[in-house]
T-cell receptor, first 114, second 111 residues
């Protein structure tokens, strides 16, 4: 069974631009979560989607948004990029929402903002 | 608020030696606890999890962890470390469907 895939793997953007990252969950998984990983802040929860609905959101500004499609694939968007948005963005999928369901992570998208 | 503390930022062990990585959590109810490993440039791989029941849980790659409620700890152990175990290790607690992670411990293995 294929794992979680994320595209693109690497991105370089300029301040003020916007970016869209994509995540395809493991087949059969319906819940997708996004995390941001930086050296200073570590791993932080961005948001979680299930059945095309955002169920949970972390403490990030409104520039960070996401969506989920009917096939469970998810995208996240960051508008008006700032230098501090440079990070590894990780997507995780699970069978269903709830902490008893294991989350499986993709390899991440490395975003560099210049 | 839920939190996870990994007191050791870096740990260096010799190949073949035993390993223990510490994790302390703060959580009001019965915690769902996880250990993940991240190799450079990679995502996170689940090593093991604790939901309930036996407090000693076995994971992949020869790792185990013990849940101690009285100490609010979930330490990761391995009896004999291999050079390929060099990576960063994260302890996490489940809160709803989000994971709250510790800051991570970087494991270096010396030959």
């Amino acid at each position: 069974k294929a794992g979680v895939t994320q595209t693109p793997r690497y991105l370089i953007k300029t301040r003020g631009q916007q970016v869209t990252l994509s995540c395809s969950p493991i087949s059969g998984h319906r819940s997708v979560s996004w995390y941001q990983q930086t050296p200073g802040q570590g791993l932080q929860f961005l948001f979680e989607y299930f059945s095309e609905t955002q169920r949970n959101k972390g403490n990030f500004p409104g520039r960070f948004s996401g969506r989920q499609f009917s096939n469970s694939r998810s995208e996240m968007n960051v508008s008006t990029l700032e230098l501090g948005d440079s990070a590894l963005y990780l997507c995780a999928s699970s069978l269903s929402p709830g902490q008893s369901y294991e989350q499986y992570f993709g390899p991440g998208t490395r975003l560099t903002v210049t | 608020a839920q939190s996870v503390t990994q007191p050791d930022i870096h740990i260096t062990v010799s190949e073949g030696a035993s390993l223990e990585l510490r994790c302390n959590y703060s959580y009001g109810a019965t915690p769902y606890l996880f250990w993940y490993v991240q190799s450079p440039g990679q995502g996170l791989q689940l090593l093991l999890k604790y939901f309930s029941g036996d407090t000693l849980v076995q994971g992949i790659k020869g790792f185990e962890a013990e849940f101690k409620r009285s100490q609010s700890s979930f330490n990761l152990r391995k009896p004999s470390v291999h050079w390929s175990d060099a990576a960063e290790y994260f302890c996490a607690v489940g809160n709803g469907n989000k994971l709250v992670f510790g800051a991570g411990t970087i494991l270096r293995v010396k030959s």
